[in-house]
C-alpha cells in the first residue's frame, strides 16, 4: 500500500489534477493521496498559501478583503470548470473561506494558520469529489476527526505520538482517502499549521501510521537532482539517496522535500520515493537507510542563504570554563537556536539563521555578552550562505575538505567558515551571499564533471 503527496505543482490546474487521476487509477495500491494548495502555475504565478497569507494580513488590518478573497476563490472556480465539475464545490469553498476570516482575530498566530490550512483543506474536498465524479471512489478526511493531533506551535507544530494510533485506522477504508497535507490539530481542538512546505510532513505522518510499503511524493522534478537545478544547468540525477544525506541536503537547501518529513518514515524504514507528476513512468529517487554504493564521495553540493555570524572574543577564553555555556544561555533566553560554532583560542562564532533576529534582540544580546560575559568584542555580521556538501562516501575519502577548499579559493571568494559534521557525512563552507552562486558552480565543476569521476 502506498501514499503518494502531491505538491503544490502537482494540483495548481485542472490540467494537473487530471494527470494525478491517471497517476491514482495506474496503480490500485495508491490508496492514500495527501494534497497541497493549488500551487504556481508558472514561474512568475503566485501560490493559494501565500494568497491565503496576503487575506488574512489584510483582514487583520482592516482593509478591505473582497478582492483578495476572489483571487483565492477563482483559483478554484478554474479547477473546478477545467474538471467540469458543478459549481456547488465553489460555493462550499467561498462559504469556508468567509467563515474562517469571520472568526476571532485575538489570537493573530490562530487566525492566520486557520486560513492558511483552507489552501490544502479545500483543494482536498474539491479533489475527493472530481475523484468519486470519475469513478474513483474516494472520501475527503478531516484531519481532526481522523486524530492528527499536533502540539500547540503556531506556524511549525510537530505531531503527537498518538497521532499515528488515531490515523492507523484509516487503511481500513474501502475508498481512496483523500487528505489536506500542512495542517493538524491540538488535544484542545486548535488548528496549527506545519511549517512552509509541510504537506511532505503529513505524508510522511500517514505513511507511519498506516504502515505503508512506500511513500511517494509527487512533485515537478524528475528526480533529486546533486545540486539546485535553478542555478546547475542539467545536473546529475540521485538514484539513491540515504535519509540523512537526503536530511542534511534538504535542511541546507535541496527545497524538493522538507526536513523535517523524513522522520516518521525513517523510524520505519519506510522507502520514499521522488516523482514527477508531469513524467510518472521516470524512476524518480528512492531515499532509503542504505543505498548502494557510487564511485562519487559527494551525493550532493547545496546552498542556503539567510545566515548571520555573532562574532565574540575574550582573551583567555579557552581557560574559562562554561564561557561556551554561558554565551549559548543568552541566545537560548531570546529564543534563538544556532547552527554551528566555530572557534579558536580566544574567540568563538555562532552561525544562526538570520531571520531570529531583530535589531532589539541583536542589541540585547551585544550588551549582555559584553557586561555579563566580559567579552571584548562581541558584534553581528550578516548576509551569509552556508554552502553544504554531503555524502556517505566522504568518510572514508581524504583530501576532499582540501578539494573543496582549492575549487572554492578558485572563485577568489574568501571562506568565513569550516565546519565539518561530526557523522563526517557533511562539510560545511560559511561564505558571503553574494559569492553563493559563483561557488555551486565551481564545486559542482569539481566532484560532478566527468574529469572528477574519473
Ligand atoms: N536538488 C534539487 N533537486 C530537485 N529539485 C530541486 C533541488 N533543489 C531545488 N529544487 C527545486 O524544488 C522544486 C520542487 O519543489 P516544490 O516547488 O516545493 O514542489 P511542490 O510544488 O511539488 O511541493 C523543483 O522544481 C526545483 O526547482
Ligand atoms: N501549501 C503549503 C504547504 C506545502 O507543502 O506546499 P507545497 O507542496 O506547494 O510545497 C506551502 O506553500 O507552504
Not at 165 to 181: C, R, W, Y
Not at 299 to 323: C, H, P, Q
Amino acid at each position: 500500500m502506498k501514499v503518494c503527496k502531491f505538491g503544490g505543482t502537482s494540483v495548481a490546474s485542472a490540467e494537473q489534477i487530471k494527470k494525478v487521476a491517471a497517476i491514482i487509477k495506474a496503480d490500485p495500491s495508491r490508496k492514500f493521496v495527501v494534497v497541497s494548495a493549488p500551487g504556481k502555475r508558472f514561474d512568475t504565478d503566485t501560490k493559494v498559501t501565500d494568497l491565503l497569507i496576503e487575506l488574512s494580513n489584510a483582514a487583520l488590518q482592516k482593509k478591505d478583503i473582497n478582492e483578495k478573497l476572489q483571487l483565492v476563490v477563482n483559483r478554484y472556480k478554474e479547477i473546478a470548470i477545467g474538471l467540469n465539475m458543478d459549481g456547488k464545490i465553489c460555493k462550499v469553498i467561498e462559504d469556508d473561506l468567509r467563515l474562517r476570516i469571520s472568526q476571532d482575530q485575538t489570537e493573530v498566530e490562530l487566525f492566520v494558520d486557520n486560513i492558511k490550512a483552507s489552501g490544502e483543506d479545500n483543494n482536498a474536498k474539491l479533489i475527493a469529489t472530481y475523484f468519486t465524479s470519475i469513478g474513483l471512489r474516494s472520501q475527503y478526511i478531516d484531519p481532526k476527526s481522523a486524530g492528527l493531533v499536533v502540539n500547540d506551535l503556531p506556524e511549525r507544530a510537530q505531531e503527537l505520538p498518538e497521532a499515528y494510533d488515531n490515523l492507523s485506522t484509516l487503511k481500513n477504508l474501502s475508498e481512496i482517502v483523500v487528505f489536506p497535507g500542512f495542517f493538524g490539530y491540538t488535544k484542545e481542538g486548535v488548528l496549527r499549521t506545519f511549517d512552509r512546505g509541510g504537506s511532505d510532513i503529513t505524508g510522511s505522518i500517514l505513511a507511519a501510521a498506516v504502515r505503508a510499503d512506500l511513500y511517494e511524493n509527487f512533485t515537478d522534478v524528475d528526480s533529486v537532482f546533486t545540486a539546485n537545478p535553478r542555478v546547475i544547468n542539467s545536473p546529475v540525477e540521485i538514484e539513491e539517496i540515504t535519509y540523512r544525506e537526503m536530511r542534511e541536503l534538504s535542511y541546507a537547501g535541496f527545497s524538493v522535500f522538507h526536513d523535517e518529513a523524513l522522520r516518521p518514515v525513517f523510524k520505519l524504514g519506510i522507502p520514499v520515493c521522488i516523482k514527477n507528476t508531469n513524467n510518472p513512468s521516470a524512476p524518480g529517487t528512492r531515499i532509503v537507510s542504505e543505498r548502494k554504493k557510487t564511485k562519487r564521495p559527494v551525493t550532493g553540493i547545496t546552498a542556503d542563504s539567510g545566515f548571520s555570524i555573532l562574532y565574540v572574543s575574550k582573551y583567555l577564553m579557552n581557560r574559562e570554563i562554561g564561557f561556551g555555556r554561558k554565551l549559548l544561555q543568552i541566545l537560548e533566553e531570546e529564543d534563538i537556536s544556532y547552527e554551528h560554532t566555530p572557534s579558536g583560542l580566544d574567540d568563538i562564532s555562532v552561525i544562526l539563521r538570520s531571520y531570529q533576529l531583530t535589531p532589539e534582540k541583536e542589541e540585547r544580546i551585544i550588551n549582555r555578552v559584553l557586561n555579563e560575559l566580559h567579552a571584548e568584542d562581541a558584534h553581528f555580521r550578516h548576509d551569509f550562505s552556508m554552502i553544504v556538501i554531503v555524502g556517505e562516501g566522504m568518510n572514508n575519502s581524504t583530501g576532499l575538505a582540501a578539494r573543496a577548499a582549492t575549487a572554492i579559493s578558485r572563485t577568489g571568494a574568501n571562506i568565513e567558515m569550516i565546519n565539518q559534521g561530526s557523522s563526517e557525512v557533511s562539510l560545511s563552507f560559511g561564505v558571503h551571499k553574494s559569492n553563493e552562486n559563483m561557488i555551486l558552480r565551481e564545486l559542482y565543476k569539481e566532484f560532478f564533471s566527468a574529469v572528477a569521476v574519473g
